[in-house]
């Protein structure tokens, strides 16, 4: 039997580990910095999710929603830089939006820890 915060965490891998795979294929001159930045967005998050059992069904959906979110406006992104249609790299691109990620994956971790 597979624990809450387990399911969880496999969640959060799955998405990160899809959009990894998509991403490269879409944009294989670019598949190396996408597999490694989102390859470190996915370590760091089953770290940061260490207590997510603790979220309630809300927050977790929320944070969830939000994740699928900026994937899918990461994906727009990269496939601008990648097209020359934006004034940064896909290296900034990425280093930006998985920042971004991470960090709102840690503030959940974080407000759990204080309840």
Do not use: N
């Amino acid at each position: 039997m597979t624990s809450v915060k387990q399911e969880r965490v496999d969640k959060v891998v799955r998405r990160v580990s899809g959009a990894e795979r998509t991403f490269a294929a879409r944009h294989p001159a670019f598949s190396d910095p996408i597999r490694a930045s989102l390859g470190k967005l996915r370590d760091s998050l089953e770290r940061a999710h260490d207590k997510s059992d603790l979220a309630t069904e809300r927050e977790w959906s929320t944070y969830m929603a939000s994740l699928d979110q900026g994937l899918a406006e990461l994906d727009v992104e990269v496939s601008r830089a990648a097209e020359g249609r934006a004034a940064r790299s896909v290296e900034d691109v990425l280093a930006h939006h998985t920042s971004a990620l991470e960090e709102a994956g840690w503030r959940l971790q974080f407000s759990l820890t204080k309840s």
